[in-house]
């Protein structure tokens, strides 16, 4: 996997994950350039200074600003990492049912990081995977959030319900979501985004959370009504606190 740019390079060494090697453009001479060289030669890292057709080449989304990390593939949680490692707090968790599309990942993986998310529940199957291009959309928030890949999310929501959680599906057509208690141990899924919550997982759901609209558009894109969601949910358990 590569990881692209300085701002996710930088994320990338606050973490344990193995690094190979990081590429680096040869003769960068702003500030914010050097002072990551630094810090990459103080983790004993190794660099590999390159032309910039090459940082061109290797690059995926021509956004490199002269960086790229090569690490290991992903190596996905299991939900009981995610489950223990909030054992001691209301754990609060994001399911996304069919989110197909990496961009739409990346940016909820931003959100969820910035909101202090346990974790992250994607499907094996019907589902975008962790990628690099996830990992750039991210901004490196993906080296610091638990992402758990299951082979059913049905099951990984009963898992979570013999665990303590209410889990609460968000999608049109239920209850108000700003009168609905969001504090305690919970989970919220998001649904697809052409598809929304499924079916059965909508009827596996303690309950269906709606955000009220008001313009002639019924509907969020995947990121940003997680992110409404998310966040309403943030204001709840700060204000319980």
């Given at each position: 996997?590569?990881?692209?740019?300085?701002?996710?390079?930088?994320?990338?060494?606050?973490?344990?994950?193995?690094?190979?090697?990081?590429?680096?453009?040869?003769?960068?001479?702003?500030?914010?350039?050097?002072?990551?060289?630094?810090?990459?030669?103080?983790?004993?890292?190794?660099?590999?200074?390159?032309?910039?057709?090459?940082i061109?080449?290797?690059?995926?989304?021509?956004?490199?600003?002269?960086?790229?990390?090569?690490?290991?593939?992903?190596?996905?949680?299991?939900?009981?990492?995610?489950?223990?490692?909030a054992?001691?707090?209301?754990g609060?968790?994001?399911?996304?049912?069919?989110?197909?599309?990496?961009?739409?990942?990346?940016?909820?993986?931003?959100?969820?990081?910035?909101?202090?998310?346990?974790?992250?529940?994607?499907?094996?199957?019907?589902?975008?995977?962790?990628?690099?291009?996830?990992?750039?959309?991210?901004?490196?928030?993906?080296?610091?959030?638990?992402?758990?890949?299951?082979?059913?999310?049905?099951?990984?929501?009963?898992?979570?319900?013999?665990?303590?959680?209410?889990?609460?599906?968000?999608?049109?057509?239920?209850?108000?979501?700003?009168?609905?208690?969001?504090?305690?141990?919970?989970?919220?899924?998001?649904?697809?985004?052409?598809?929304?919550?499924?079916?059965?997982?909508?009827?596996?759901c303690?309950?269906?959370?709606?955000?009220?609209?008001?313009?002639?558009?019924?509907?969020?894109?995947?990121?940003?009504?997680?992110?409404?969601?998310?966040?309403?949910?943030?204001?709840?358990?700060?204000?319980?606190?």
């Amino acid at each position: 996997m590569k990881i692209e740019g300085r701002n996710s390079v930088y994320e990338l060494l606050k973490t344990d994950k193995e690094i190979d090697k990081i590429l680096v453009q040869k003769d960068l001479k702003d500030e914010a350039s050097k002072r990551l060289i630094n810090v990459i030669k103080s983790h004993k890292i190794k660099i590999q200074l390159v032309d910039k057709y090459v940082i061109d080449k290797e690059s995926e989304s021509s956004r490199s600003q002269g960086f790229i990390a090569c690490v290991s593939d992903y190596k996905y949680f299991d939900l009981a990492d995610i489950i223990d490692g909030a054992a001691n707090k209301d754990g609060f968790i994001v399911i996304l049912n069919e989110i197909l599309d990496p961009h739409n990942l990346g940016s909820i993986i931003r959100v969820c990081e910035c909101a202090g998310v346990d974790g992250i529940v994607i499907a094996k199957d019907r589902s975008a995977s962790v990628s690099d291009t996830v990992m750039r959309i991210s901004e490196g928030a993906l080296n610091h959030i638990k992402v758990a890949r299951v082979v059913n999310i049905n099951n990984a929501i009963k898992e979570l319900k013999d665990n303590g959680y209410w889990v609460y599906g968000a999608e049109m057509g239920g209850g108000e979501m700003y009168k609905t208690d969001l504090t305690g141990k919970i989970a919220i899924v998001i649904g697809g985004e052409d598809s929304g919550v499924k079916a059965l997982t909508k009827k596996n759901c303690d309950g269906i959370i709606s955000i009220p609209m008001f313009g002639k558009v019924n509907s969020l894109n995947a990121s940003v009504a997680c992110g409404v969601v998310v966040y309403e949910a943030v204001r709840q358990r700060l204000k319980k606190d």
